[in-house]
DNA sequence: GCATTTACTAAACACTGTTCATTAAATTTG
DNA sequence: CAAATTTAATGAACAGTGTTTAGTAAATGC
């Protein structure tokens, strides 16, 4: 292997060495809470050098977003392997709240961050995320298709079913549950999974 | 009058002044968006003059913050003379959507915002906030109470019903429909919001 | 009229994201 | 091998941020 194939594996090392800095610190401060000083700082480099692996801050952000999309697509894809379309549904809701409260960052970063959204559609993170939305469509389509609901709406089933699981993980990780509490919390939420489970039972 | 009452009127007007052009600036560009040198600029003050007023940039959020929680009592209270339980649960929720729909910046600010709210407990905004919230959870009691479910877990329904409201309204404002053409994304949150009322019809 | 209080601000401090000229090292070329 | 060139990294700067402080000028109290 020549030197040019070196220099590009130290470049991918330098880039992975950003990442990780930035995803410690973005996990511990929140994204606004880090600066690039802050990472240049933890990899013992000069801010400056960070530009020259990465555009600006929001290109660190993007990489960190698909890094998220795909410990998201990790966690949830597993369930691909059941059969019955119901329990494969059941078990992806469960999965995915159980990734919201696992990695609140995470999802923070994929669902709930306003930073620079405007041109993601190109971006690969978005792709991404895409893919998994489209698998939870088919398998809610599986389930219309298998008559497991009364309702035929397969589109707004399956938004129906997320905006309740966004809400659940959102008004957790987002503190907005402070009238319950503490460790009631998170019983509340399983709870209230499980009704949302029975009520689509009988939708 | 004494000059006192007007040096405390004068004041007054101050606070207002600020905050009127705060919240006309965070809804244009948001609360990061925003300096306190812009707040100044925009009344033609220095930025140290704020200071004479507000502790800081999060008590100035604070009470922008209790008046967004003003907004939404009065978009949602005048449901509290509709008798019919049930009824009112409804009217509640399509209002509670609405509000968020019409006014993204104040909701954002009451339920997604993250800033500073380590010491919330103590603001009027949050007192607000709680006794909405309470009204909200004892609709849901009398509906309990009258039979309108088979269920009588009052606060997992509660919580199940605002996790859709809040997941449908935060997935709006936050920009995490891209997936479906702009000209149906309203369309669908008005059929997931009628399919949950059917659901909660049968819960 | 003089002392005191009040209202306000210019300037500074310590940060931020980002750019650019410069340096030092690694690589290619003659 | 030495000279020329490319590459990697940075120090310093620019324009912005939230916030504090010392100082001024006007309004008020005596």
């Not at 697509?73 to 999965?95: K, Q, Y």
């Amino acid at each position: 292997m020549g030197i040019v194939s070196r220099k590009e594996r130290e470049k991918e090392e330098m880039r992975r060495l950003i990442l990780e800095a930035a995803l410690r610190l973005f996990r511990e401060k929140g994204y606004d809470g880090v600066s690039i000083r802050n990472i240049a700082e933890a990899i013992e480099y000069s801010p400056a050098t960070i530009y020259l692996y990465y555009k600006d801050k929001s290109e660190i952000f993007f990489a960190l977003q698909y890094e998220a999309a795909a410990v998201k697509r990790d966690h949830l894809m597993p369930v691909a392997s059941i059969e019955n379309p119901w329990e494969r549904l059941v078990e992806f809701g469960r999965r995915y709240v159980d990734f919201g409260m696992k990695h609140p960052d995470l999802y923070d970063l994929l669902f709930i961050t306003l930073t620079p959204m405007d041109s993601i559609e190109n971006q690969e993170c978005w792709q991404l995320g895409i893919a998994i939305h489209a698998f939870f469509a088919e398998t809610v389509q599986a389930c219309v298709d298998a008559r497991y609901f009364k309702s035929t709406d397969t589109e707004t089933i399956a938004y129906t079913l997320w905006c309740h699981a966004h809400g659940l993980v959102s008004l957790f990780i987002r503190e907005r549950m402070r009238m319950y509490p503490e460790e009631k919390r998170e019983e509340l939420a399983k709870k209230s999974f499980a009704m949302m489970v029975k009520m689509a039972e009988s939708l």
